[in-house]
């Protein structure tokens, strides 16, 4: 009985829950129940299968020719459902609405979370991420070292399937042999940058994105994911088969009916379930961890959504993988005689250090991309190249007013049109209308590039969030209040994004579509744009200076560890979620050698 | 929807939530589809929220899609293939960018109706083509609009974004861009030898 309904479980004694079934919580459901552990998962939305996705759909068949609106943000065919910057009944504070200050948040309440929807970028931190303040003096150090998580990072890349290549750059590690999948062949866009940004010094090269570009080798990986445990390697080997490659059609935001790349509903739950060791009660919105006397973790009382009833679960280890914030809020809001100020936070760290990823864009349009003959531009749908940060010298040598780095994306081809693709043309055209028109949006269709930078922010002290003393959601749970402030750090790093995106697209003989915003604080995105929230329960390795251990395991309750990304000390440019994956598997096998040890 | 149209989207909505324009009344019947709508059905206009146009809205909207995107050897007219009942479907949707739309929309129907009579004594959907022209080009720019059209520059090129968003994400629209994908292959071969010679790579 894999979903389950919520009165079925309160009954139960489970080895784990888990609270959340996104990246983090998928990947710890799966260690766990694949190494024989009974584990429960509550997750806040409703449930969702891959099927559901609106793979083929075209914009005229859709309401508002598909453009995001408050219900879809991204899209009426996002396969985000019950998500976005605001949730219906679902508050939060913004202490702040000034640009600069605000901070929005992003929650996908439905089954598998925000890995339905994500742009499937899966890059390693590199050893310079672990320990950025050894090199600079700033933030705060991991309390694990890229050593510590380069085996867990093999097994994810093995298990969800990654694209991409190995080129030795600096501080963006190398996958050993066979862990990665070939990258797709690069769009005309690619190889045009690729030839002329050379001469800027920066270099494109594959991106690592989750999507299967060929079959995983099911003969040969679940051994390697799973030594030593048949009953795993048979489960994992019999889905490695049932997921088909790529097809090179339709966009990976909309969902993936075949299951070719990677969402916590099409690769960790599947399987997860097969092992009959996994529970799934969805509409459970989880309020509070609640205590035992013994000062552990007794279990979460949560609100099953359908019935409106508050009930409670019970295990051996509580772990939470709720979003960061979300996990945040839990433990803030698990308030006890022994914990008045939130559950696990004798240090008063809970809730601080907020941290997002730094992003600016900036668009130009390559006359040598016009009226190209027609061609098939979709490959894996994202990013087939990115540009990886290439300053760490000239940081390390004081020739940067910022200290650290941030990687490329950039999109071009000839995609589908959408509602927007020829939309304010006017730089271009002077106005045109008519059959001027037509030709223009012929020639122009498919010569745009559009630049991203994700950057890493640093943590600051300004950047926390709270319970509201006043307001509480639809369930009755007390909701958070941000506070959200950018240091220079960030918004130099911003204004140098706006420079090499025009450098790099005069050096294209492009046109940019409007100058370089050099005011950073001006170029910077607000906070919680880019929806790589981290930080708040940071491990460390001091009870007095972090809410969790190297293990991510609470200083102050032996029983509740943290797999989201609640616990990074920072916010690598690298795009948080494939850490956030081979952080939890290394959680899990933590939890599963203290439970054999009868720690637990 | 890319991240780049979505913060864009995020922002603009943030900027018109408190709408101040007054004149033109709003749809109170229409509803939003909520946030976790039906994928799998096609949606008309007028399926989800009463739409607006009167009868003669619905002749200056096809005369204007018309002057912006007219039939050619290649496609059709935008008013050819549903734009007026797209735009018409946009400007009554319960959502605040819609909601602004509306308004320019039909602020600028009356602005084009007061110039018909101004300049030709004529209701617009009498104008001779040469003659819608004639205030097409005094709009169609608004970086080079005069003082007196700038506010009917802004509701031009709005329209004709709504236009050209509304014809090429139409199958003819797409057609004439000569867009190819949305179909499963097996294998992607990456950009053919007349491309890569086209863009001097090869």
């Known amino acids: ?600 | 929807m890319d991240r780049r149209s979505t913060i864009k989207w995020m922002l603009a909505a943030a900027a018109v939530m408190p709408l101040a324009r007054g004149a033109v009344p709003r749809s109170t019947q229409a509803q939003p589809y909520g946030t976790d709508p039906n994928l799998q059905i096609t949606y008309h206009p007028g399926d989800l929220w009463p739409l607006t146009f009167s009868a003669a809205h619905r002749q200056l909207a096809r005369i204007l899609c018309d002057a912006i995107i007219p039939a050619d050897a290649t496609s059709p007219g935008a008013a050819d293939v549903g734009v007026v009942d797209f735009i018409d479907e946009w400007i009554s949707a319960p959502y605040p960018v819609q909601r602004a739309d509306r308004a320019l929309v039909l602020n600028g129907f009356a602005w084009l109706e007061s110039q018909a009579t101004r300049r030709f004594s004529k209701a617009y959907a009498d104008l001779a083509p040469n003659q819608v022209r004639n205030i097409c080009d005094d709009i169609c720019y608004l970086p080079q609009a005069r003082p007196e059209f700038r506010t009917a520059a802004a509701f031009f090129a709005r329209y004709r974004d709504l236009t050209t968003g509304g014809f090429y994400t139409t199958p003819q629209g797409r057609a004439d861009l000569r867009y190819v994908g949305n179909t499963p292959l097996p294998r992607f071969d990456g950009p053919p030898p007349d491309v890569l010679r086209q863009v001097g790579l090869i």
């Open chain 1, 1 to 600: 009985m894999p979903f389950v309904d919520a009165q079925a479980v309160v009954n139960e004694e489970y080895d784990a829950i888990v609270v959340g079934s996104g990246a983090g919580g998928g990947q710890m459901a799966y260690t766990l129940s694949m190494n024989g552990a009974r584990v429960l998962m509550l997750e806040a939305g409703r449930k969702y299968e891959p099927s559901e996705a609106a793979m083929f759909q075209t914009p005229e068949q859709a309401p508002l020719r598909g453009s995001g609106t408050a219900d879809k943000p991204f899209g009426f065919y996002d396969a985000t459902v019950d998500g976005g910057w605001q949730v219906p009944g679902e508050p939060y504070i913004r202490v702040s609405e000034q640009h600069g200050a605000r901070f929005d948040w992003w929650r996908a309440r439905m089954l598998g979370g925000r890995t339905n929807h994500w742009a499937r970028i899966s890059l390693r931190n590199g050893p310079y991420d672990f320990k950025p303040r050894e090199r600079d003096g700033l933030g705060f150090d991991w309390p694990i070292s890229y050593e510590e998580l380069a085996p867990y990072y093999d097994k994810v890349e093995m298990l969800i399937g990654v694209y991409g290549a190995n080129d030795g750059l600096e501080n963006t590690p190398n996958s050993p042999a066979g862990c990665l999948l070939p990258p797709p062949k690069p769009i005309v866009s690619d190889l045009l940058l690729q030839k002329h940004a050379r001469n800027l010094g920066i270099t494109p090269t594959a991106c690592h994105r989750a999507v299967l570009t060929q079959a995983l080798d099911w003969k040969r990986i679940p051994a390697l994911l799973h030594p030593g445990n048949v009953t795993a390697q048979r489960i994992i080997a019999r889905d490695m088969q049932r997921r088909v490659p790529c097809f090179w059609a339709t966009p990976c935001g909309q969902g993936c009916a075949i299951r070719a790349n990677y969402q916590s509903t099409t690769v960790h739950l599947p399987p997860a379930l097969e092992t009959g060791k996994l529970d799934i009660v969805t509409d459970a919105m989880v309020a509070e961890v609640e205590l035992a006397k013994s000062g552990r973790a007794a279990g979460v009382r949560f609100i099953d959504r359908l019935s409106g009833k508050s009930l409670g679960a019970k295990a051996r280890v509580v772990v939470l993988a709720a979003s960061a914030f979300e996990t945040v809020r839990i433990l803030l809001n698990s308030t006890s005689s022994r914990f008045p100020q939130g559950l696990a936070n004798s240090s008063g760290k809970l809730g601080k250090y907020l941290m997002d990823t730094v992003g600016s864009d900036l668009a130009g349009q390559i006359p040598a991309l016009e009226s190209l003959p027609p061609h098939n531009e979709e490959g894996a749908s994202g990013g087939h190249m990115y540009v990886p940060w290439w300053g760490y010298q000239a940081q390390k040598g004081g020739k940067l007013a910022f200290p650290r780095g941030y990687h490329i994306e950039f999109t071009g081809g000839r995609r589908m049109p959408q509602f927007d693709t020829l939309a304010e043309m006017e730089w271009l055209t002077g106005g045109s209308y008519g059959p001027q028109l037509k030709e223009d949006a012929r020639r122009y269709y498919g010569s745009m590039l559009y630049f991203a930078g994700r950057g890493e922010m640093i943590p600051n002290e300004h950047s926390f969030c709270e319970i509201d003393p006043r307001v509480k959601d639809k369930w009755g749970i007390p909701v958070l209040r941000f506070h959200w402030q950018w240091s220079e750090h960030e918004t130099r790093q911003a204004a140098h994004m706006q420079q090499t995106f025009a450098e790099i697209i005069e050096s294209m003989g492009g046109r940019l579509r409007q100058p370089p915003e050099l005011d950073g604080t001006k170029a910077i995105a607000p906070g919680g744009s880019i929806i790589h929230e981290v930080g708040g329960a940071l491990m460390g390795a001091s009870p007095v200076a972090s809410v969790l251990n190297k293990w991510c395991q609470a200083w102050d309750v032996s029983n509740l560890f943290v797999a989201d990304g609640a616990s990074f000390p920072s916010n690598a440019d690298k795009n948080p979620t494939l850490t956030i994956m081979a952080n939890a598997w290394r959680i899990a096998d933590h939890v599963l050698e203290r439970m054999r040890r009868k720690e637990l």
